[in-house]
């Protein structure tokens, strides 16, 4: 018997702050829905807390976060914490924008799986969450006979 | 008159030959790229329709001001920078701003941790203002201010703190951008819904052509809707009728169009696709020429002349190879030189990954110096003037900007536009054009796509001391308590009543700004009348 359809990589695209650079949200946005996943995008001046319920309701498999205001150190480790307090450890935490190379690794210690700099490649960023929000799934019990 | 025909070109690369914008260029223009009536459309720099410049003299007349847009911290630290700057040479003041200051909240608000003082200086008060421009003399410097939705305000402060140096408003010179149109196109700062919003641009730039002669109210821009992914022709054609917008407010205000479009001015971006950008700038002056003798009965000159500030664009630099971004900015630097700008800000080679340290801003400002003293390129006038191509492309440009004027018509003007998210659309397509050139290789960019070391040496770039904040909120809360708490709340109060009137939000705004009622204060006090914004998105 087939086994049922692959569930959709669900993502969603979140500006924290009040950052209002949106055009690599945007663009990762539109990559991913092309790629096949399904995608919400929060829109901008988004709270930690809003983002945090966003992806809890939205089931979501990952979350991108994107930011380019310098406030990452802050509003990162915030998004991390809600979703642990939450009891959410799942779901794939990535951040894209203008991340210096020295806050990269105390991100990666809180748990944010990649930061995409500038100059990342758009491909790069799709096969980084479609390999790595995939493994959240592979353990799931049948979804129909 | 017959044509010769093109000579078939001689075998070509497998690239695609056009503009960062999508343009096709041919290989050869000449004679018949001609413009046809170049007596009437290009004519002389100083002269309707302006092609070829705003002055006659242009730079043997003044040099362009070097301007470079500096902030972060608090005013200490900004004034400091402002002090370095103009020290080293440059000839204007531009501030930039934090993101809570943009967004109309004040430091100590939850929305706000974190965010303090990181973009941009953080300005709370009349008190901060002060400490901002210590030691500086607003009657002998201008000062540019990057702020939009909240503008009104940091003008009311400006102003007052002339009037504590003993300069009058009337004497004070500078801009304040307050371009709303192009936040909800662009930049996304906001604080209240359009119509309000608009109502603030029209009461300041009524209220300026009063009392600040010297002043312009707006900097109508297209470099945010440029950095936010459009093409070159999207960036002059969504300006310009932004700007005509604001021109149809004030006429329905009652404002004479001559009495307050000279003290318009403009703003856009000088990107890395050299010609284009020179061709751009050339379009934009004689369209706004045209259309506002035309369309909007302008009579002096000084209402048709388009005058502009300029930027190299951030969003050509590289986190890859941080120096190459020096070529890069050297490039658009002269482009907007060769495009006649009257005020430029170059951007430093750290710029990619951080706001800039001294030693990298120094080297911006250098460039400009070199540009204007070393490579004769201000000794005349529009020197690329009567270059077919050049000429041709400033038709071309022109031409797309007329296509996108009648389809935003279509749609009722360009606040309709806005609202059904016409401009939003076309940016995103444009963006998400670029980038699939970008990584499908189509378009290099070296350093990044191209000509990669595996190996990027360390480049060392600001750090923004996380106590600022705590030291902000210390002054805040100075502030708050060295007031007189009814004065304040009495101000608040008539901006509140004032703001569900139609009368002009100049004067209450200052004085709710002299009793030391924060920006944050201010614009709350307003958003219980107009209310807020949000967006719906377009990806």
Not at chain 1, 57 to 83: C, F, K, N, Y
Not at chain 2, 401 to 406: E, H, L, P, R, V
Request: aromatic letters at 8%; hydrophobic letters at 40%; proline letters at 5%.
């Amino acid at each position: 018997m087939e086994a049922a359809t692959a569930r959709k990589i669900r993502v969603v695209v979140a500006k924290p702050g009040l950052d209002g650079h949106d055009r690599g949200a945007k663009i990762i946005a539109r990559a991913l829905r092309d790629a096949g996943m399904e995608v919400i995008y929060t829109g901008l001046h988004q709270t930690p807390e809003q983002i945090a319920e966003t992806v809890i309701q939205e089931d979501a498999d990952a979350v991108g976060l994107s930011i380019l205001s310098g406030a990452h150190m802050t509003l990162v480790p915030r998004v991390v914490e809600i979703l642990a307090e939450q009891g959410v450890d799942d779901v794939l935490v990535t951040v894209g924008g203008t991340i210096p190379a020295e806050d990269i690794p105390t991100l990666k210690e809180l748990g944010v799986a990649g930061v995409f700099t500038p100059g990342s490649g758009t491909d790069e960023i799709v096969e980084f969450i479609r390999e790595n929000a995939a493994a959240r799934h592979e353990g799931d019990g049948e979804h129909s006979q | 008159m017959a044509t010769e025909p093109r000579q078939k070109p001689p075998m070509e690369r497998e690239v695609e030959f056009s503009t960062m914008s999508g343009h096709p260029i041919e290989p050869l223009y000449g004679p018949e790229d001609a413009t046809a009536d170049p007596g009437s459309e290009i004519g002389r720099p100083g002269s309707y329709p302006f092609t070829r410049g705003p002055y006659e003299s242009m730079y043997r007349g003044r040099m362009w001001t070097m301007r470079q847009f500096a902030g972060f911290g608090t005013v200490e630290e900004t004034n400091e920078r402002f002090h370095y700057l103009l020290d080293h040479g440059q000839t204007g003041l531009s501030t930039a701003f934090d993101m809570p200051t943009l967004m109309g909240y004040d430091s100590d608000h939850p929305r706000s941790h974190g965010e303090v003082g990181r973009e941009g200086v953080a300005v709370d008060s009349l008190d901060d203002m002060e400490g901002l421009f210590e030691g500086i003399p607003l009657a002998a410097v201008s000062t540019s201010m990057t702020i939009n939705a909240p503008a009104a305000i940091l003008l009311a402060f400006y102003v007052l703190v002339g009037e504590k140096q003993g300069v009058p408003a009337e004497k004070l010179a500078g801009t304040i951008q307050t371009d709303i149109l192009k936040e909800y196109i662009a930049q996304k700062e906001w604080c209240f819904p359009i119509e309000p919003a608009m109502r603030l641009v029209t009461d300041m730039i009524e209220w300026c052509s009063d009392r600040m002669p010297r002043w312009h109210p707006v900097s109508i821009s297209g470099y945010h809707i440029r950095e936010a992914g459009s093409t070159a022709q999207q960036e002059l054609a969504f300006t310009l009728k932004d700007g005509f917008t604001y021109v149809e407010r004030a006429i329905e205000r009652g404002l004479d169009v001559d009495d307050f479009a000279p003290r318009l001015s403009f703003f856009f971006n000088a990107h890395i696709d050299f010609f284009e950008e020179i061709a751009k700038y050339r379009a934009a002056r004689r369209i706004w020429a045209r259309e506002m003798r035309d369309t909007y009965g302008a009579k002096r000159e000084e209402s048709m002349r388009l005058r502009f500030h300029a930027q190299t664009a951030g969003v050509s630099l590289t986190a890859q190879q941080p120096l190459n971004n020096v070529v890069r900015t050297s490039l658009e630097a002269l482009a907007a030189v060769l495009g006649g700008t009257q005020s430029l800000h170059t951007n430093s080679f750290d710029e990619a990954l951080a706001l800039p340290t001294e030693d990298a801003v120094q080297v911006a400002l250098r460039t400009q110096q070199i540009i204007a003293f070393e490579s004769g390129a201000p000794n005349t006038a529009d020197p690329l003037g009567g270059s077919w191509f050049v000429e041709k492309l400033t038709d071309e440009m022109e031409a797309a900007a007329y296509d996108y004027f009648a389809r935003i018509d279509e749609l009722g003007g360009m606040v309709p536009a806005i609202r059904s998210n016409f401009p939003q659309r076309e940016i995103a397509d444009a963006a998400f054009e670029y980038q699939r050139a970008v990584d499908e290789r189509r378009r290099i960019v070296v350093g990044v796509n191209d000509f990669t070391r595996e190996d990027e040496p360390e480049t060392q770039i600001l750090r923004i001391d996380p106590t600022l904040e705590g030291k902000q909120r210390d002054r805040l809360a100075a502030t708050r308590a060295g007031r007189d708490t009814g004065a304040v709340e009495a101000s608040l109060q008539e901006l509140k009543r004032a703001a569900a009137t139609d009368q002009n939000l100049m004067p209450p705004i200052i004085e709710a700004a002299r009793a030391r009622a924060t920006e944050g204060e201010m614009v709350a006090a307003m958003q219980d009348i107009f209310g807020t914004y949000t967006e719906s998105p377009v990806f």
